[in-house]
Structure formats: C-alpha cells, structure tokens
C-alpha cells in the first residue's frame, strides 16, 4: 500500500523537456498513482526550499523535486499530461507566483497606503494656530482664497450647532453624494481653501511644505472616516474645528459597543451602542486637552474630561455644576462628569498596520 510516506522516501522524478522547451517532472507510475493525479489536470502547489533540496507539496503529501525545476518559486501550477504512457507535470505558462506578485503601485496608491491609518494633528495645529492663519490671510488678502479662508474661520466667542454642522458636511466626506444628488455646496471646505492655497504659493515660488503637511492630515482623517463605513469598526467621522481666536479643535463623532449590561446581566438587541463625541484641543506648546461625551438612547450623557493645565483645570472643577445646568436645560441627563488634571492616555491607531479597507485606483 502506498502512502504519503512512502511517496516521500522515492527518488526525485527525472527533469525532462516537453513542447515549448518548457520544463516537466516525469513520474514513476507508483508516485503518480500515490499522488492520485489524472490526465488533464491542474495542480496548485507550493515549493519548499530545503537544505538537502526543493520538495514539492501537494496538501499533505510531497515529492522531492530535481535540481533546476521551478527555480526560485514559491508555488507553481502544473499540468498534468501523459506521454509516452507515463505521467508528466509540467510548468503551465501562468504561474500562481506571478499572479500573486503586486503590481507595481503609482503614486496615487503609495500616497494612500502612506496616509490611511496615520492620523496626526503636528502639521494642522502648526498651520491653523491664529498667528499662522492671520499671516496666511495677510499674505493672499488680495486673492478669493485668502477671503474665503478669513469666512471659513470660526470664533470660540460665538460658536453655534449650524456651523459645526456646517463644518463636517464642508469637510469633503459627503462630497461626491452631494455631486450625485445635485445638493448646492454652501462655501469650500478646508481641505479645498488649502489646496487653493498651495497651488498659489508654489505659482509664488514660497515654501508650502507645511500646507503639504496639514493635507495630508486632513486627507488621512478623511480616510479613516471612509474606513470605519466599509470596514468591520465602528463608525466614526473626524474633521477639524478652524478659529480664528483660538487653536483648532479637532473632532470625532462616531458609534460604538456599549461594554456595559442591564440589570440582568444581558443587552437586548439594537441597545448595545452608544453615541460619542470627541474632543482633541491644543492649548498651547505640547499641552493638549481632551474631552468625551457618551450618549445612550435616554438622552444620558456621561463626560470625560483631560485637562494638563493647572489654570484651566481649577477653572473647569469651578464651572462643573453651570456645565451640568446648561446640558440639563437642553434636554440631556448628565449621569456623570469626570475632570483629570492630566493628559490622556496615548490611543491605539483605529487603524491596524497591515489593515487595508479600501483600495484606490487613480
């Protein structure tokens, strides 16, 4: 009786030349029945480099290959012919390892694959701090960029719900549905003002690294808001905040799992997500704040606050209760508020390396 052992302990098949001078394995008639392999099929299989030779794996059986067969694969594709009343495997003209072999990516792809899952904020609070944005406004006052980059600006003084509204559906995710549907755009999102910007700086011959940098942020951000749709994560949208007097706000608003289980011990079907809002500040230098609101279906909403600045801290334990009042007058049930006088713990990437949930073609 022959077994997958006894197929492996035969001598290599000879190397023969068959039409096309493409090579072959000609096999024992033993190692072909052991193999169970008929005329006219195709075999997938790998290729093992070891030191006393390259085998040849066929699910759990193998055969030990000739020197100068499949030189340099890893898996290969055969045919399986009879000639001369014996059985050959030869090489078939399209190989497993050629169409496993990436294509070589243009830049529009290496660009992607750079920036999805490498979400920062260096560039973006470097370029919409107030002193940056006053230069930029000053630089191009006589241009319809520099004018629409001073009516996009926000005040921290005057900040109302339609123009944060207005901010996320200007920042570029929703952009082809609104072409779709033929819905009129309102303004130009900050992503359009600083590419508008960027083309007029380098027509002037001044550097636009920075403004290079902050898009890429922008851009990245905007990824991953695309991939928390298509891929297997929670939803969840960013964009950025611009002011005028202030530095910038960056934003999340997203949906996830809710960890926690009712009385019962059990979470009934379509209760187990809660809304969120999130909050990244920079207040100056390396200090940033953080802030976290959650959201359950009873209009409960529970804060979590980071604040490293002493100044600030003192000023949001004093303002907690006003806080609670104003959430309450607006039909919300504060189940808690949390202030920490220190910086937020460094978050894991959303976004696995490795992880890919869209593909581009440009």
């Known amino acids: 009786m022959l077994t997958s052992e006894s197929i492996n302990m035969q001598p290599r098949p000879n190397l023969v030349y068959v039409e096309g001078g493409t090579s072959a ?48 694969q890893t898996a290969v594709s055969l045919l399986v012919s009879l000639v001369g009343g014996q059985m050959v495997l030869s090489l078939t003209d399209r190989q497993p390892n050629a169409q496993m072999k990436p294509r ?3 830049a529009p792809q290496q660009r992607f694959n750079r920036l999805l899952g490498q979400i920062g904020s260096f560039h973006l609070s470097r370029q919409l701090n107030p002193d940056s944005l006053s230069r930029l406004i000053e630089q191009f006052a006589d241009s319809k960029e520099g004018q629409s980059l001073r009516e996009l600006l926000l005040s921290g003084r005057s900040l109302s719900p339609d123009q944060v509204k207005r901010s996320m559906e200007n920042s570029g995710l929703f952009l082809e549905n609104q072409l779709k ?12 003002i600083l590419l508008a ?137 504060v189940l808690g ?3 920490y006088p220190t910086r937020r713990a460094q978050r894991e990437p959303s976004i696995p390396p490795g992880f890919k949930g869209l593909e581009v073609s440009a």
């Open 25 to 72: 394995l000609r096999l024992a008639p033993e190692q072909a029945r052991g193999l169970g392999l008929r005329e006219g099929q195709v075999i997938n299989a790998l290729v093992a480099n070891r030191p006393d030779g390259s085998v040849l794996l066929l699910g759990a059986k193998s055969l030990a290959l000739p020197p100068g067969f499949a030189t340099g």
């Open 197 to 333: 910007i960027q083309r007029l700086m380098k027509a002037r011959h001044m550097d636009a690294s920075g403004i290079w940098g902050a898009i890429d942020e922008l851009e990245a951000r905007q990824l991953d808001s695309l991939s928390s749709v298509l891929g297997a994560r929670s939803f969840n949208l960013s964009w950025v905040l611009p002011f005028i007097d202030q530095m910038p706000v960056f934003l999340s608003l997203g949906k996830k799992a809710d960890d926690e289980a009712d009385e019962k011990g059990e979470q009934k079907a379509g209760e187990r997500s809660i809304w969120f809002v999130d909050l990244e500040i920079p207040v100056k230098d390396e200090v940033r704040c953080g802030a976290n609101l959650e959201f359950d279906k009873d209009n409960q909403v529970k804060i979590t606050a980071w604040i490293p600045h002493q100044e600030l801290f003192s000023l949001a334990v004093k303002h907690k209760e006003k806080l609670t009042d104003l959430l309450q007058q607006s039909g919300l049930s």
């Open 181 to 192: 549907s033929g819905q009129m755009i309102e303004g130009a999102g900050l992503k359009s």
């Open 104 to 106: 070589p990516q243009g």
């Open 337 to 339: 508020a949390q202030f």
